[in-house]
């Protein structure tokens, strides 16, 4: 009998790499703020955490401007952002697999949930999950302890030990153990190794394949 029943997957940099529509839009919100920072690489940073918190810890942005730099960046994302977007290898297998054997599967994810079933609409691949949690538009539960107890209270029916949250950023790992859950942080999306250690996770997986085989054998 699996150990888990209720898988919790962050989107960006788990299943999906999202860098070049995160990036892409957050450069055009900067520069029609008149803020200039050509280099796509140094706006990673954007991709896992709440927007407001990444506009205001990176750019120092106060919360009006943050409110604004977050309007012009879903002007681009809604247009062509969300679709500048790649699933990194075998995440439809593993899903697929993942259904077969009797998981229920959960975004969890600091997007607007709006935006995340677009975006797992576009990539086919939908139908693998039974409950889609993300954010607000209006910037409330975008926390990933919010998000996570909201997933906990939908299936209170279940022990907090029947649920794993995966993710690649400390803002998951720390939701997991806010919450009581375990996590699998993942080091082949945007987190370093180092930021996922640090966050301590109950696992690691350095691949997709890595992830299948620690979720098989929690049983």
Not at 39 to 67: A, M, N, R
Not at 88 to 99: A, E, G, T
Not at 174 to 188: E, K, L, P, Q, R
Not at 191 to 215: F, H, M, N, W
């Amino acid at each position: 009998m699996n150990q888990y029943k209720i898988l919790l997957f962050d989107l960006d940099g788990t299943l999906s790499d999202p860098k070049e529509g995160i990036t892409k839009s957050v450069r055009h919100a900067l520069q029609m703020l008149k803020v200039s920072e050509p280099d796509l690489d140094k706006l990673e940073c954007f991709i896992g955490p709440p927007l407001q918190v990444s506009f205001s810890e990176y750019y120092h942005f106060d919360e009006e401007k943050t409110k604004t730099a977050i309007d012009l960046y879903r002007e681009r994302f809604k247009e062509k952002g969300m679709f500048e977007n790649v699933l990194y290898p075998n995440i439809p297998s593993l899903l697929n697999s993942l259904k077969e054997q009797g998981y229920t599967l959960v975004i969890a994810t600091s997007k607007p949930t709006i935006f995340a079933d677009e975006i797992l609409k576009y990539f086919e691949i939908h139908h693998y999950f039974d409950c889609i949690v993300g954010s607000n538009l209006d910037g409330t539960r975008s926390s990933k302890t919010e998000i996570i107890q909201y997933i906990l209270n939908k299936y209170k029916d279940h022990d907090s030990s029947e649920f794993i949250m995966i993710g690649d950023r400390r803002h998951d790992i720390i939701g997991a153990n806010n919450s009581g859950i375990d996590s699998v942080g993942v080091t082949y999306g945007y987190g370093s190794l180092e930021e996922v250690k640090s966050s301590k996770p109950t696992y690691i997986a350095d691949s997709v394949e890595q992830l299948r085989e620690i979720i098989s054998n929690s049983k």
